[in-house]
């Protein structure tokens, strides 16, 4: 259902422009009925100016309100109410009635997020160019044939409804598999450089950073797992420290950096809270069980101050992490 109200969300967003267009575009048309409308046609002109003046209110509010659908149905109601006004003294009235409900029926089809909101227009559609009911043959009799005229244009407008709400529904999901692809570490399924950094550049913008702190981890001896036990074992070592330091932070940015090396950065509570995330990281990462040996690793950090860039404080947090692994590893050490 999340993805169903994303799709609906984003589709409305995205069909914002082309509504307006199309609202806009049948104003013009109304317009042009009635400039080239026969010269015995007798018009009241007060009540064509007072529809044109509720459609534009309308499609207005369709505009800014960000719930947009119901004003979206009114301005397409207006509009057949203008062209209904325009047709009547016409003796070819349900020609053009028959014409435009067909036309109009099928090109609002796309515009609506949801098939139940096309349903609904569609009726009101029909229903106004029938004044209340089906539109007539014009000679009389044929009621079943406009039954199923009716009832065809409508199902054709509800294929396209749900044929452009399956399109989009799979861009979605398209999307969001590239976006996985584009920002996700393939081996440890965690976030990867790419994302950590962006992450970061989007916090900073969001709050104070002056007691924000890099935690730059490095697992120790990863090489020599390598050599030992082969590659599939490291990976191994790298998925579980991964999960490892996502759950260890599940509220600040995180990733791999690259190779054995991971990166958190912490947004608030200064160095006294980036101590404490390290020593319970290292403690947890002590605990895993991989391969039948110890795996432990060094974590360097550092902190920012305000005129410090994040190239800086990442170069500050490898030097740290250096003297973590001068003196000992599996511990973490300050700039």
């Not at 002590?286 to 391969?291: E, F, G, H, M, Y």
Request: aromatic share 10%.
């Amino acid at each position: 259902m999340k993805i169903e109200d994303a799709r609906v969300n984003e589709f409305r967003m995205l069909i914002k422009p082309l509504s307006l267009g199309m609202q806009l575009g049948g104003i013009f048309l109304v317009v042009m009925a009635w400039l080239l409308a026969d010269d015995s046609y007798k018009y009241d002109t007060r009540q064509i100016f007072f529809l044109l003046a509720l459609t534009m209110i309308s499609i207005g509010a369709s505009w800014k309100i960000p719930f947009f659908s119901l004003f979206s149905i009114t301005t397409v109601w207006l509009i057949c109410l203008e062209f209904v006004l325009l047709a009547a003294p016409s003796v070819n009235r349900n020609y053009w009635m028959t014409a435009l409900s067909i036309g109009i029926s099928l090109a609002v089809a796309p515009v609506f997020s949801r098939i139940s909101e096309y349903i609904i227009v569609s009726a009101g559609i029909w229903l106004i160019f029938g004044r209340g009911s089906l539109i007539d043959a014009p000679l009389g009799g044929d009621t079943k044939w406009s039954w199923l005229l009716m009832s065809a244009v409508i199902l054709v407008g509800i294929f396209l409804n749900a044929l452009f709400a399956r399109i989009h529904r799979q861009s979605i999901l398209l999307r969001d598999k590239l976006v996985d692809l584009a920002f996700t570490d393939a081996l440890t399924g965690i976030d990867n450089r790419r994302k950590f950094l962006s992450d970061v550049d989007r916090v900073q913008g969001l709050r104070d950073m002056s007691s924000a702190c890099l935690l730059m981890i490095d697992i120790d001896n990863f090489k020599r797992i390598n050599d030992d036990f082969g590659h599939p074992m490291g990976d191994e070592v790298l998925q579980q420290v991964a999960q490892t330091i996502c759950r260890s932070v599940t509220d600040e940015p995180c990733g791999r950096l690259g190779g054995e090396e991971f990166g958190i950065f912490l947004t608030q509570g200064g160095e006294e809270r980036a101590i404490k995330v390290a020593d319970q990281l290292l403690l947890e990462i002590r605990k895993l069980n991989v391969i039948g040996r110890k795996i432990t690793a060094s974590v360097g950090i550092s902190k920012m101050n305000e005129k410090q860039s994040f190239s800086e404080l990442m170069k500050n947090a490898d030097e740290a992490l250096y003297i973590a692994k001068s003196l000992g590893k599996d511990r973490f050490a300050i700039f």
